[in-house]
Antibody, heavy 121, light 113 residues
Framework: EVQLVESGGGLVQPGGSLKLSCAAS????????IHWVRQASGRGLEWVGL??????????AYAASVKGRFTISRDDSKNTAYLQVNSLKTEDTALYYC????????????WGQGTLVSVSS | DIVMTQSPDSLAVSLGERATINCKSS????????????LGWYQQKPGQPPKLLIY???TRESGVPDRFSGSGSGTDFTLTISSLQAEDVAVYYC?????????FGQGTKLEIK
């Protein structure tokens, strides 16, 4: 069974940092891209970024709204991906999902339950 | 960056009737090399993560009921639910994965009339 479990969220002051984790199991993690998608309460989905697999040079891409502040990484030996979030703003408050393409040629077919990041003074 | 625009923002349909949701991309998401549209549709119910319904604009994900269908090409796409069931009440999103950032539409809230 494919599972993605996010952790690391919490309450942080503006300008602060957090490191979110996404622990994966049930599929070939090393061969799959990992995306992060966020959703503010009552709002729509916002694609945050992705990290590709080793054959694709672990290439990353980010949304303009987070570029330069957020960094995605992965440790294939631990089947875990990370989202380092720095210089947090109140508008970064959201539920952060990690998601992947495990069984389909395109699209995001497995999602975690999300971890909540709240940015407030 | 590609901007995805859905219409309508909300929709109320009677049980058993057809529901149609539209998605328009600001530029084509059709790769000419493989003739594939890099467009997916997701369903999100309250308190749950999104669920992939359709990829390649018209290919149903495994286990998705055949009342859900996707159509369109290039910049204009449609998700159709042929006969609305109560369990289809949700917010529906399109997403392009033609080029990063892989943007979503703003969502369409589907309710029962």
């Amino acid at each position: 069974e494919v599972q993605l479990v996010e952790s690391g969220g919490g309450l942080v002051q503006p300008g602060g940092s957090l490191k979110l984790s996404c622990a994966a199991s049930g599929f070939t993690f090393s061969g799959s891209p990992i995306h992060w998608v966020r959703q503010a309460s009552g709002r729509g989905l916002e694609w945050v970024g992705l990290i590709r697999s080793k054959p694709n040079n672990y290439a990353t891409a980010y949304a303009a709204s987070v570029k330069g502040r957020f960094t995605i990484s992965r440790d294939d030996s631990k089947n875990t991906a990370y989202l380092q979030v720095n210089s947090l703003k109140t508008e970064d408050t959201a539920l952060y999902y990690c998601t992947t393409r495990a069984t389909v040629p395109m699209g995001l077919d497995f999602w975690g339950q999300g971890t909540l990041v709240s940015v407030s003074s | 960056d590609i901007v995805m625009t859905q219409s309508p923002d909300s929709l109320a349909v009677s049980l058993g009737e057809r529901a149609t949701i539209n998605c328009k991309s600001s530029q084509s998401v059709l790769y000419s090399s493989n003739n594939r549209n890099y467009l997916g549709w997701y369903q999100q119910k309250p308190g749950q993560p999104p669920k992939l319904l359709i990829y390649w604009a018209s290919t149903r994900e495994s286990g998705v009921p055949d009342r859900f269908s996707g159509s369109g090409s290039g910049t204009d796409f449609t998700l159709t639910i042929s006969s609305l069931q109560a369990e289809d009440v949700a917010v529906y999103y399109c997403q392009q994965y033609y080029s990063t950032p892989y943007s979503f539409g703003q969502g369409t809230k589907l309710e029962i009339k």
